[in-house]
């Protein structure tokens, strides 16, 4: 890969090699600089790249790896180590005990009960709710993929009472259940920011006394500032979730699977295949009424 000597003002870009010539001395440029150097190298490589043959996208897109891995991702050994991350029955109850707003007691029992992502959870809309088989459509982060996940029914039940409660203001966001304040978010996505609601689960989590803080972040850049990092975080409520299924499934770690939406369950998975019905029922007989409505029965046997 050779780039033609070219003069941009008072710079030369220039050279050979997948380096593609640019100097070091505009890295000890300033800030301004800095951006000018990556508009002309970044327009350079949109010219360049099209007409590269295969092999040295490869040597290009190793290079840059590299050099990414080095500087910016993140130990995979996790500092946590055996550290329980998810909530306990006991911690998951107080938790919810502290939370006095509905709309947030509804959003985290989405997490904790269907294990949504708090990307996924926050984007929940009237429209991905079928309300005749009591179904949620979930469009899994990771895998980009649309999944459908039974509501139980306490937690449906909760749902329609707070559409009903809120209708005018779901209407207004466009069908998001979980819409946001006005005033009190700059973005424009109608839901409730991601941010936002990590900050109300730290609250929350504060008021439960749960609040632990178990080391600190290694930052690579100089300019982000050491974070402590909290044993509970919304993502802890997905943990609950999936713990508690596999535990009321007699650790069936396929239904668990299925029921986290994992992309890569394990290779295992490939030649297993489980359906909906029986997702279905460990769902209801994990998070639904089915003992209530068992005990209903048996009095009215009685009769």
């Not at 649309?146 to 466009?174: G, M, N, R, V």
Request: charged fraction near 25%; include cysteine; hydrophobic fraction near 35%.
């Amino acid at each position: 890969m050779k780039f033609s000597s070219r003069n941009f003002g008072d710079k030369t870009v220039s050279g050979s090699g997948c380096d593609c010539g640019f100097r070091a001395e505009s890295h000890q440029a300033s800030g301004c600089n800095l951006k000018q150097d990556f508009a002309l190298i970044k327009g350079e490589l949109e010219r360049t790249l099209p007409t590269l043959p295969k092999h040295h996208l490869v040597e290009i897109r190793k290079m840059v790896m590299q050099q990414f891995r080095k500087r910016f991702q993140r130990s995979r050994i996790p500092k946590y180590g055996s550290l329980n991350k998810g909530f306990t029955e006991q911690e998951v109850q107080r938790f919810f005990k502290a939370i006095d707003n509905e709309k947030f007691s509804l959003l985290f029992s989405y997490q904790s009960q269907l294990g949504l992502r708090i990307g996924e959870a926050v984007r929940i809309n009237i429209k991905d709710i079928r309300f005749e088989s009591r179904e949620l459509v979930v469009k899994t982060e990771k895998a980009m993929t649309l999944d459908t996940l039974l509501i139980p029914a306490p937690l449906f039940q909760a749902t329609l009472s707070f559409i009903e409660k809120h209708s005018e203001a779901i209407e207004k966001a466009q069908g998001c259940i979980f819409f946001k304040e006005e005033g009190k978010s700059r973005l424009k996505e109608p839901h409730v920011a991601e941010n936002y609601v990590r900050n109300r689960f730290r609250h929350y989590v504060e008021m439960a006394g749960l609040l632990e803080v178990y080391d600190q972040s290694d930052e690579s850049r100089l300019d982000r500032a050491v974070r402590n990092l909290h044993r509970l975080t919304t993502h802890s409520l997905r943990h609950y979730a999936i713990t508690h299924f596999a535990e009321q499934t007699n650790g069936n770690v396929f239904l668990t699977s299925k029921f986290a939406r994992h992309s890569k369950p394990g290779t295992t998975m490939t030649y297993i295949s489980t359906d909906r019905k029986a997702l279905y029922q460990n769902i209801e007989g994990a998070f639904g009424v089915s003992q209530a409505v068992a005990l209903k029965a048996r009095l009215s046997g009685r009769n």
